[in-house]
């Protein structure tokens, strides 16, 4: 069953803004993950963050985890075209499984 | 390069014609997984693999078949699609917590 939930589903903006999508979840978790999926193509790994952890930075990502809440949040930020993308959560629920959200697509505007 | 290669890339196949779909990497990676994508609803687990001999469902394993015999392989068998099968497969590896993705196999069943 899915465990991640995105928001929004769609999101589109202009180049240099900043981008933010939320994930909510709904069981205690190990990790939570966000990766990357151009159109049509695999998935590519950007940021984990562990139960632990409330914020992380990867160059011009942001990550925060608030597990009181079941979410977290990606922070894209000055956005490139080349940000144009389907981005999902994935949590870790320390079973050898990911469970994966339907996504937020994001276009960025040049 | 490190990589997972899945082959075919793109199949189309009539209802009851057993098919296979093969995934590789060349990471020595212990962990490997297959998941199908379908519009809405995300990523979903047909089945994981923990080690050689070690194979596990995972949320839709109705339908489909894999084995570990060696490392490096994980083959994802459809023994008769049914056109509710038509979907885009991705096999991924995982050494720890973030999992690499295959280029993906679009399926097509009539």
């Known amino acids: 069953s899915q465990q991640g939930e995105e928001d929004p589903q769609a999101l589109s903006i202009q180049e240099g803004e900043n981008a933010t999508m939320n994930c909510s979840y709904k069981?205690?978790?190990?990790?939570l993950q966000w990766y990357r999926q151009n159109s049509g193509r695999g998935l590519v790994h950007l940021i984990l963050i562990r139960s632990n952890e409330r914020e992380k930075h990867s160059g011009r990502l942001r990550v925060t985890l608030d597990t009181s809440k079941k979410s977290s949040s990606l922070l894209i930020t000055a956005s490139r075209a080349a940000d144009t993308a389907s981005y999902f959560c994935?949590?870790?629920?320390?079973?050898?499984?990911?469970?994966f959200g339907a996504g937020t697509t994001v276009t960025v505007r040049a | 390069e490190a990589q997972v290669t899945q082959n075919p890339r793109y199949l189309i196949t009539v209802t009851g014609k057993k098919l296979t779909v093969t995934c590789s990497q060349n990471?020595?990676?212990?962990?490997m997984s297959w998941y199908r994508q379908d519009p809405g609803l995300g990523l979903r687990q047909i089945y994981y693999s923990m080690n050689v001999e070690v194979t596990d469902k995972g949320d839709v394993p109705e339908g489909y078949k894999v084995s570990r015999k060696e490392k490096r392989n994980f083959p994802l068998i459809l023994e008769s699609p049914s056109p509710n099968q038509t979907s885009l497969y991705f096999c991924?590896?995982?050494?720890?917590?973030?999992?690499?993705f295959g280029p993906g196999t679009r399926l097509t069943v009539t």
């Open positions: 994935a949590t870790d629920l320390n079973d050898y499984k990911l469970s």
């Open positions: 990471m020595n990676h212990e962990y």
């Open positions: 069981t205690s978790i190990n990790n």
């Open positions: 991924a590896s995982s050494l720890g917590d973030e999992q690499y």
